[in-house]
């Protein structure tokens, strides 16, 4: 089922990653003040390799002796190597993910379902329980647990100070069974340091976290956390995909990586915990406990607003006895989050296609920060079509909610490229009939640019070609040339100017 080797841990992903020289480590002693950060954004924007920083210094203290890894996800190849597949195999994850989600598969996701049956065995099967573990090589609990033995990034110079960037983040529901690891929601969620053992937890109201958060307070009870700091890749990226919630990340991860997961019990709270963890916070999560997270910068390239997040007493730190500590940044794209948002996307695509079929291709440019733009090309067949496309994906798909922006064009128009956009804007749209605005819609609340928060306008631009009673005028007929005179062309080039790059 898989394109790759399996993955258990993320140093296997690194020493796959090296064997392709896409490791590079660096032995320069790096601030975790700034510098670090700013390192990352340079090699991440020429594609570059996973960096293991093997000498960060937080600015006064020398000799942190935890190895800081970033950029894991910093380029789609590895996004996709992650998930085990080769990018060519991605659409059919996604037909096999739109399977999940519909009782009756979408069209050419049947296919995909009988070549994949062990992936659906998969999901079926359980957590492997095992007895020792390497995330708890070593274990610090009460007055021996200090966050600050963690080489712990401050990204932008505005932030409010250390943050932890990829935490894992496990959490069950009031009331289930701690070996029900089944049931785990598992997502990623930014931790801001405040103390040796006090982190806030920045999981928005709709997140998964969040709502198990409130099942325990409302009980009156403190909610047990447990946080992985270095998962496997798979588990990683189960962890930030939007999952159905009848599927387990940890068991997505599972059958991703081609092996059951391995937990074991964590130390201080009733919680399983990876086995193949670089390192595991532990802690609690209790009733009116917060305090005020940020400001951090953000996906959006602007700081947030300071706000009051739950606080995570931590009861337990465990890791291997020579850990590693993963980090990324967020900020103005691209960012990781924005490379692992593209092959999301691509992902979700059969989803999108099996409510509106006649889409053919959607792009969120992520400098657009991922979801607050989308590019449509469509089959198009009747006058209107565009506008009912456009009312579909913000009335049917959550994931639209926010996108305040869609410009719908032909299938001949490739909907990831801006020479191609733009030449249908300027040809096939006029600005007085092609342009539909909405008021007073949902909005993501960091949106500053719109007018109340949480509520905004949305803009839909209709690009395409205009048929039927769309128009009373003649249409403009695509130039081509055709494609005998297109091939004497390129060999003739060929020959005679074999110095022109095509
Ligand atoms: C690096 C990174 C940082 C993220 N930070 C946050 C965050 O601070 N708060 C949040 O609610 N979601 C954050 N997300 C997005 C969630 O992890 C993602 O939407 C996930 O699917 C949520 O899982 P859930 O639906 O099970 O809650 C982040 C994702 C990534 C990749």
Request: net charge negative; with cysteine.
């Amino acid at each position: 089922m898989r394109d790759l080797p399996v993955f258990p841990d993320l140093r296997a992903f690194l020493g796959w990653c090296d064997t392709r020289g896409d490791l590079a480590t660096i032995n320069d002693p790096v601030s975790l003040k700034h510098a670090m950060t700013a390192v990352h954004r340079q090699v991440l924007e020429r594609a570059g390799p996973v960096l293991k920083f093997a000498n960060p210094v937080d600015g006064e203290a020398n000799g942190a002796p935890i190895p800081v890894i970033a950029n894991l996800f910093g380029t789609s190849e590895r996004v996709c190597a992650g998930l085990g597949m080769a990018p060519e195999n991605l659409d059919d994850l996604g037909a096999f993910l739109a399977s999940l989600r519909a009782p009756e598969p979408p069209e050419g996701a049947k296919d995909v379902l009988s070549r994949w049956p062990m992936l659906k065995a998969a999901l079926a099967t359980r957590p492997k329980v095992v007895k020792r573990a390497a995330s708890q090589s070593e274990c610090f609990e009460g007055a021996d647990v200090d966050l600050g033995r963690i080489p712990v990034q401050t990204h932008w110079p505005g932030d409010a100070g250390p943050l932890i960037t990829w935490p894992v983040v496990l959490t069950r529901h009031h009331g289930s069974d701690a070996g029900a690891v089944n049931h785990y929601n598992a997502g990623v969620y930014r931790a801001q340091v405040i103390g040796r053992d006090r982190l806030i937890m920045r999981w928005l109201e709709h997140r998964g976290g969040a709502a198990h958060m409130r099942s325990w307070h409302k009980a009156g009870e403190p909610m047990p956390v447990a946080i992985a700091l270095g998962a496997d890749p798979a588990t990683l990226l189960s962890a930030a995909l939007p999952l159905p919630e009848t599927i387990s990340e940890l068991t997505f991860a599972g059958a991703l990586a081609g092996q059951r997961p391995r937990v074991v019990a964590a130390k201080s709270v009733p919680m399983m915990v990876p086995a193949n963890a670089e390192i595991i916070i532990e802690g609690w999560v209790h009733p009116g406990d917060v305090a005020p997270e940020g400001p951090f910068g953000d996906h959006t390239g602007y700081y947030n607003a300071v706000e009051d997040f739950p606080v995570m007493r931590v009861s337990a730190i465990t890791h291997r006895k020579d850990p590693l500590y993963l980090s990324t940044f967020t900020g103005r794209p691209p960012d990781e989050p924005s490379v692992i948002g593209e092959v999301f996307n691509r992902l979700s695509l059969p989803v999108i296609k099996a409510q509106i079929p006649e889409i053919r291709d959607l792009w969120l440019p992520p400098a657009a920060c991922s979801y607050r733009m989308a590019v449509i090309s469509i089959d198009k067949s009747y006058p209107g079509q565009a506008r009912r496309v456009m009312m579909g994906l913000w009335g049917m798909l959550p994931q639209f909610s926010y996108t305040k922006m869609i410009v719908v064009v032909d299938d001949d128009i490739n909907p990831r490229n801006w020479d191609d956009i733009a030449w249908a804007l300027a040809t096939r749209m006029d600005p007085a009939r092609d342009v539909m605005l909405l008021d007073r819609t949902p909005m993501d609340y960091l949106d500053f640019a719109s007018p109340e928060a949480g509520l905004a306008g949305k803009i839909g631009i209709d690009a395409t070609n205009k048929i039927g009673s769309e128009t009373t005028r003649e249409w403009g007929e695509v130039m081509q040339t055709a494609p005998a005179d297109t091939a004497f062309a390129a060999d003739l080039i060929a020959r005679c100017l074999p110095g022109l790059s095509p």
